[in-house]
């Protein structure tokens, strides 16, 4: 059965539409700085939805983009600025971003309570992807009674997934790429969390009844790709998401969330 990530997406974005009305009546309108160096074309797609819902739900979003010719220190200089400006409650650095910028750099130097996006160790939120999957695994199952595999240790993918997961009390079976038998691992396992970004899960590596959570997302001719062929494995699994409109949706709903915690955070300090 295929999992309806923009309806489990629609609750939450409810909630966070019920509390930016409320801090509008006191005249805070939460803000998310949106800082782009790429040129992934998955990556348009994800910042155009942000935008969107951002709109629907009374997150106020601004893009700033930069070019291949900038430099580490210029982005660095608008994080300062950013950082300091009570506008935004939120930035992110949407990835991929170019391979010659200093990605950990750019990442430390935005505040805590300010990175929305959960990446840095002292940050005031949980990574939304994985609390994302998090969410859709426990709308079918319960996620403590089931074996889980994840496949793929990305920074911003599989990565913080692993390390969500292991707070919640659950050890999941690890794969990578690299692994010569990837079946051995995936024939075992209840669901599968899959952070690649191409094509990795076929039918005959899979068992009948598996949960199947697709993050991984690659593009071409402007269409978006799971790391699986969901006609192949609609029959197989009991449960999958699609590509798109699975894990995204809620991914994105969680990062507006936590654009509206941050605002209700700064609202405290004052």
């Known amino acids: 059965m295929k999992i309806d990530g923009a309806n489990l997406a629609s609750g939450i974005l409810s909630q966070i539409k019920n509390k930016t009305d409320e801090l509008r009546i006191e005249g805070i309108v939460p803000a998310l700085a949106i800082i782009y160096a790429g ?62 910028f200093n990605k950990k750099e750019i ?39 089931k074996s889980i595999l994840v496949i793929g240790k990305g920074q911003a993918g599989g990565k913080p997934i692993i390390e969500f997961l292991k707070k919640k009390g659950i050890n999941p079976l690890l794969a990578d790429t690299r692994i010569k038998d990837l079946s051995s691992l995936t024939k075992k396992a209840d669901i ?41 494995v609609e029959k197989i699994a009991s449960f999958y998401t699609p590509t798109p409109g699975g894990v995204g949706p809620v991914n994105v709903a969680f990062l507006l969330k936590n654009v509206v915690d941050a605002a209700i955070l700064a609202k405290s300090k004052v």
């Not at 893009?63 to 506008?87: A, G, M, Q, V």
């Not at 929305?116 to 426990?138: C, H, L, Q, R, T």
């Open 39 to 100: 040129d992934n074309k998955s990556s348009e797609s994800y910042i155009r939805q942000k935008i969107k819902k951002g709109g629907e739900v009374g997150v106020e979003i601004e893009l700033f983009r930069f070019k291949k010719n900038s430099t580490t220190e210029e982005l660095i200089n608008l994080i300062t600025k950013l950082n300091s400006d009570k506008k935004f409650h939120g930035i992110i650095i949407q990835r991929p971003i170019f391979e010659k």
């Open 107 to 145: 990442l430390n130097s935005i505040k805590d309570e300010k990175d929305i996006d959960g990446f840095n160790k002292n940050s005031y939120f949980k990574v939304p992807v994985a609390e994302a999957v998090w969410e859709i695994i426990s709308s079918v199952t319960d996620p403590h009674s």
């Open 192 to 232: 599968i969390v899959s952070a690649v970004g191409k094509k990795i899960i076929t039918p005959e590596i899979i068992k009948k009844g598996v949960i199947l959570i697709g993050v991984g997302i690659s593009n071409k001719n402007s269409t978006l790709y799971g790391d699986y062929n969901e006609e192949e």
